[in-house]
């Protein structure tokens, strides 16, 4: 199909109260002043109208509550929308392989209500944002697109699930769906249970870091205004039904080197590093080639790792309204749960 006119689209944006959502949302409705965004969001505890501040008196801008999974309010939306980006997702590993049936309700189920409504009401792209996990480790060189999935956490699976179920729509039904698998975000309004906000919090509020294992598993980081920066080009491209693109900035670091980064920016010692016990199945490594998307849309990462991290430290230095009351109740609780007390 040629390019799709995003900037005179109806867009809901599933999941856009959560950290990448929100960037997302922010940047289509920077970036076109004659789009209209719709956020379907759960709430769940990852999600955050106070992400969505700067634009909730937006006239473009709508926000409904409610769940992917429920067909009455996915149907009702994608009557009157003609694009779907899907970031609605259960997140966070570690919560996947403690319960992961609400992973596999969510990301698979959800994307398939989503699916299905779009083919019902000719949804003329819809977006599946899937992840570098789904391949699952990759301990040497880059998976591109044609590597296999393997998948080896409940989360990455149900993700993996979710993506080929929305491709599966585009060869059975011509659904006009495109697959992107990004690799590890960084930056403001993420929820503080990810690796770089709960230790950038952690080390503000003097707290000790929990380190998995050996702290030596790597990932490749990469800006969350890069990642929806691709997204954007890559639903406004031609030709892309059926296509997948990874997304990745070559960034790879691991937890200590992070870690050591995030100390050092802070001026805070070492001395707060705890090495817990492993994750389960923990990868070791995941890393993407992105020579697709790149020539696809001309897309690169425009923020070095260096001057990112700052920002996004002095971010979290500077908004603890934003992050405090999340780190307490259930939030303290789970944490305690699952890494001990430090002290
Ligand atoms: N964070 C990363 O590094 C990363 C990397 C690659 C891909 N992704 C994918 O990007 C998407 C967004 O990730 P994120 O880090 O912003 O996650 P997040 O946890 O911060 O946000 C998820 C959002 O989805 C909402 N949500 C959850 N279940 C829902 C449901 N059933 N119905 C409607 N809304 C629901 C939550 O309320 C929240 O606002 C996910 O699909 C994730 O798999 C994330």
């Known amino acids: 199909m040629a390019k799709l006119?995003?900037?005179?689209?109806?867009?809901?944006?599933?999941?856009?109260?959560?950290?990448?959502?929100?960037?997302?949302?922010?940047?289509?409705?920077?970036?076109?002043?004659?789009?209209?965004?719709?956020?379907?969001?759960?709430?769940?505890?990852?999600?955050?109208?106070?992400?969505?501040?700067?634009?909730?008196?937006?006239?473009?801008?709508?926000f409904v509550?409610?769940?992917?999974?429920?067909?009455?309010?996915?149907?009702?939306?994608?009557?009157?929308?003609?694009?779907?980006?899907?970031?609605?997702?259960?997140?966070?590993?570690?919560?996947?392989?403690?319960?992961p049936g609400q992973f596999v309700l969510t990301d698979m189920y959800g994307t398939y209500v989503l699916l299905e409504a779009a083919r019902k009401h000719g949804i003329k792209r819809f977006l599946q944002v899937s992840t570098d996990e789904v391949y699952g480790e990759v301990l040497e060189g880059e998976a591109d697109e044609k590597a296999p999935l393997m998948p080896r956490n409940p989360y990455s699976a149900s993700k993996a699930g979710a993506d080929r179920l929305a491709y599966s729509y585009f060869a059975t039904y011509d659904s006009p769906v495109v697959v992107t698998r990004a690799s590890n975000n960084y930056g403001s309004h993420q929820y503080?249970?990810?690796?770089?906000?709960?230790?950038?919090?952690?080390?503000?509020?003097?707290?000790?870091?929990?380190?998995?294992?050996?702290?030596?598993?790597?990932?490749d980081w990469m800006h969350v205004e890069d990642?929806?920066?691709?997204?954007?080009?890559?639903?406004?491209?031609?030709?892309?039904?059926g296509e997948t693109y990874n997304v990745g900035a070559a960034n790879e670091y691991d937890v200590l080197?992070?870690?050591?980064?995030?100390?050092?920016?802070?001026?805070?010692?070492?001395?707060?590093?705890?090495?817990?016990k492993d994750r389960p199945g923990h990868d070791r490594r995941y890393a993407v080639a992105t020579a697709k998307i790149r020539a696809k849309t001309g897309w690169q990462p425009r923020r070095s790792f260096e001057q990112g991290l700052e920002q996004t430290v002095k971010w979290y230095a500077d908004n603890p309204g934003w992050w405090k009351p999340i780190k307490s109740g259930?939030?303290?609780?789970?944490?305690?749960?699952?890494?001990?007390s430090l002290k």
């Open 5 to 62: 006119d995003l900037g005179r689209s109806r867009m809901v944006v599933t999941g856009g109260a959560g950290f990448i959502g929100s960037h997302f949302v922010k940047m289509a409705l920077a970036r076109f002043p004659d789009i209209r965004v719709t956020v379907l969001d759960k709430l769940t505890y990852a999600g955050n109208l106070a992400n969505l501040v700067e634009v909730d008196q937006d006239p473009r801008y709508a």
């Open 65 to 99: 509550k409610g769940d992917i999974a429920d067909a009455k309010i996915v149907d009702e939306l994608s009557k009157t929308h003609d694009v779907v980006a899907n970031f609605a997702a259960e997140s966070f590993v570690d919560k996947s392989i403690d319960d």
């Open 192 to 219: 503080p249970e990810k690796l770089i906000p709960l230790f950038v919090t952690n080390a503000l509020e003097g707290e000790p870091l929990p380190v998995y294992g050996s702290g030596k598993n790597t990932r």
């Open 227 to 241: 990642h929806c920066e691709a997204l954007l080009g890559i639903l406004g491209a031609d030709d892309v039904e």
């Open 257 to 276: 080197a992070i870690t050591g980064r995030i100390l050092k920016i802070l001026g805070k010692s070492p001395d707060l590093i705890r090495y817990v």
């Open 330 to 340: 259930d939030f303290k609780r789970e944490y305690l749960a699952r890494y001990g």
